[in-house]
């Protein structure tokens, strides 16, 4: 707890987005679920025809060289590693054809997922974000610029955990891309600069304990996140 106390004072209260020239304030994160068949299928659940939309709070962050700390409330706590996209201008009821003109970086996220509570919650019919949007359960890499990524649909997703790699993908592999995300989520939300959007998981998620080492990384390494995990 001591340790957790410390890190919320450190200047977590207001995270922003890192890397893209004079931070911005993350305003609302978004999270995107089953967005690879292959996860959906190892956790045994059905694949989706529409996203699964979630969100966490700005609590959740942390950045590189942080400590994921795990709740008291959970003995099986997961690794997600995702790539994440930042929002750089406000928009309503984008057409798909013109969703990438508003992203203004791409990131490595990893979206900790504490699997137990997730269970519970799932077979009661309840939303995730007790599971989902715990302290420091959103770690963020930095952020690195639309033009230095291209395409976002051809990024490989890495993800080791004590130099054993456990996650590897492609986004060429998500059920819906980046386009079409950003063109739903602003059907039903207007999307402002500060907003981010986790993109889903590929296969090959697993437990983390105390100790334990997580590094993560999108593009070649462009954007890397190392994080500590403990109690």
């Given at each position: 707890?001591e340790?957790?106390?410390?890190?919320?004072?450190?200047?977590m209260?207001?995270?922003?987005?890192?890397?893209?020239g004079p931070e911005?304030?993350?305003?609302?994160?978004f999270?995107?679920?089953?967005n690879?068949a292959?996860?959906?299928r190892e956790?045994n659940?059905?694949?989706p025809?529409t996203p699964?939309?979630?969100?966490?709070?700005v609590t959740?962050?942390?950045y590189?060289?942080?400590?994921?700390?795990?709740p008291?409330?959970?003995?099986?706590?997961?690794?997600?590693?995702?790539?994440?996209?930042?929002?750089?201008?406000?928009g309503?009821?984008?057409p798909?054809?013109?969703?990438l003109?508003?992203v203004?970086?791409?990131?490595?996220g990893?979206?900790m997922?504490?699997?137990?509570?997730?269970?519970?919650?799932?077979?009661?019919?309840?939303?995730?974000?007790?599971?989902?949007?715990?302290d420091?359960?959103?770690?963020?890499?930095?952020?690195?610029?639309?033009?230095?990524i291209?395409?976002p649909?051809?990024?490989d997703?890495?993800?080791?955990?004590n130099?054993?790699?456990?996650?590897?993908?492609?986004t060429a592999?998500m059920l819906?891309?980046?386009d079409?995300?950003?063109?739903?989520l602003?059907?039903y939300f207007?999307?402002?600069?500060?907003?981010?959007?986790?993109?889903g998981?590929?296969?090959?998620?697993?437990?983390v304990?105390d100790?334990d080492?997580?590094?993560a990384?999108i593009?070649?390494?462009?954007?890397?996140l190392?994080?500590?995990?403990?109690?």
């Amino acid at each position: 707890m001591e340790s957790g106390l410390f890190f919320y004072l450190d200047g977590m209260i207001n995270p922003t987005i890192r890397g893209l020239g004079p931070e911005i304030p993350i305003h609302t994160i978004f999270c995107i679920g089953r967005n690879y068949a292959e996860h959906a299928r190892e956790l045994n659940n059905e694949v989706p025809t529409t996203p699964v939309i979630f969100s966490k709070p700005v609590t959740a962050i942390i950045y590189d060289g942080d400590s994921v700390i795990l709740p008291p409330q959970s003995s099986n706590v997961h690794h997600e590693v995702e790539l994440v996209v930042a929002i750089g201008r406000e928009g309503k009821n984008i057409p798909k054809s013109e969703a990438l003109n508003y992203v203004a970086g791409y990131a490595v996220g990893i979206d900790m997922t504490a699997r137990d509570i997730q269970e519970k919650l799932k077979s009661k019919g309840n939303p995730w974000e007790l599971a989902k949007g715990l302290d420091t359960f959103a770690p963020l890499g930095n952020f690195i610029t639309a033009e230095q990524i291209g395409d976002p649909g051809t990024i490989d997703i890495v993800l080791s955990v004590n130099g054993e790699v456990r996650q590897k993908g492609t986004t060429a592999d998500m059920l819906f891309p980046v386009d079409v995300l950003i063109s739903i989520l602003s059907d039903y939300f207007t999307l402002h600069p500060g907003d981010l959007i986790f993109t889903g998981t590929p296969e090959g998620v697993s437990r983390v304990d105390d100790g334990d080492s997580i590094e993560a990384g999108i593009a070649g390494g462009k954007s890397r996140l190392s994080v500590k995990v403990t109690r």
